[in-house]
């Protein structure tokens, strides 16, 4: 319970200003999308020197991994925490020959990195841009089939 309270407020404190300025925050749409979401067996908190600095949430599927969610407290931002995991991420992608796609909210500066990382824009819709990396493969290559952007 501890690990959902946390990763719940840190998912708010990272997307609700974002989704403020585009005119989409819902609280009862969001709320219940981050429950119906939230699978206690892809999560993985972050933690240093005992404390908890953020989540993360992966899932697989037989022709991609899809980071989730990552989400880091505002104090470690911008340390290189981010650009490490995601490039572990996209080493276990490419050992198993998959493309490692992601959602990234209009507006989030995170898509800055996802670019400099080699992610292309698959898709997009008023909220969301999906991004998909893919190692050896061209930029329209990179559009692995994922229904939707959620």
Known sequence: M????????????STKPL????DRWDEERILSRFADSFDTD????????GTDIGWLQVSETPDEIHLD???????????????????????????????????????????????RLGFRVAESDEEKIRMVWQDGLDGDARTAERPGVV
């Open 2 to 13: 501890a690990d959902y309270v946390f990763a719940l407020a840190s998912y708010l404190d």
């Open 69 to 115: 969610q990552l989400h880091l407290i505002q104090s470690v931002r911008n340390h290189g925490i981010g650009t490490r995991l995601i490039a572990e991420l996209q080493e276990r992608a490419n050992a198993c020959d998959k493309a490692l796609a992601l959602n990234v909210i209009r507006g989030n500066r995170a898509q800055g990195l996802y670019e």
């Open 42 to 49: 892809q999560i993985w908190i972050l933690a240093a020197a």
């Open 19 to 22: 989704l403020v300025a585009l």
